[in-house]
């Protein structure tokens, strides 16, 4: 919640800030966000460096395309508002305890793992498309450098997720879980 009330005034003040100083901020807040999230243990740390980043995407297109900057805020809130959530549920506070997600709740640990996809910004789902068109708006606008440096500042972003998204599924510890799994359809009715 904390991004609206800077949005908003981002977004009534923008015709009159300086287009060069904006991108430069852009590219330095997406350059910090990806390179402070990467050796992060824990998932706050992780989502206050993708929100830096993430509001660099924000900033730089305020210039150009106001209305894509409150789409892509939108997105943005959604997507995190999903994690804190399934993060909160879980009780999850650092990267190597998502992986005991899988014997609690499987679909959880799915919707974690779509949802930080999302925020790095993989082509298929969500997250992208504002990325996808402020990479466009750049360069109709004749900025095709600082669209390379956003989208290779994305792949930062990308990278950190997919390690968490990895050391989460790939390392798990072996567990002796007897219970049944919460996650499997039971039977209501039986026919006799």
């Known amino acids: 919640w904390q991004k609206i009330a800077p949005t908003a005034l981002l977004y ?20 910090l966000g990806g390179w402070g999230g990467l050796n992060q243990t824990q998932m706050r740390k992780v989502l206050a460096y993708s929100s830096i980043a993430h509001m660099g995407w924000t900033v730089i297109i305020a210039l150009i395309n106001p209305n894509l900057t409150i789409l892509s805020l939108m997105i943005y809130i959604m997507t995190t508002l999903t994690l804190f959530m399934t993060l909160n549920l879980s009780s999850t506070t650092k990267i190597k305890s998502i992986s005991s997600l899988w014997n609690k709740s499987t679909p959880m640990t799915m919707i974690v793992f779509l949802t930080l996809l999302s925020l790095g910004g993989l082509p298929p789902l969500t997250g992208f498309m504002p990325k996808w068109l402020i990479l466009q708006e750049l360069i109709i606008n004749n900025n095709p450098t600082m669209a390379i440096i956003m989208a290779l500042s994305a792949l930062l972003n990308l990278f950190f997720y997919m390690r968490i998204i990895y050391v989460s599924s790939l390392t798990m510890f ?13 039977q209501t009715k039986t026919i006799n």
Do not use: Y
Not at 174 to 186: E, G, R
């Open 12 to 31: 009534q003040i923008s015709p009159s800030l300086n287009m060069e100083i904006l991108i430069m901020l852009a590219i330095l807040s997406t350059m």
């Open 174 to 186: 072996p567990t002796s879980n007897n219970s049944k799994h919460h996650w499997f359809f039971t």
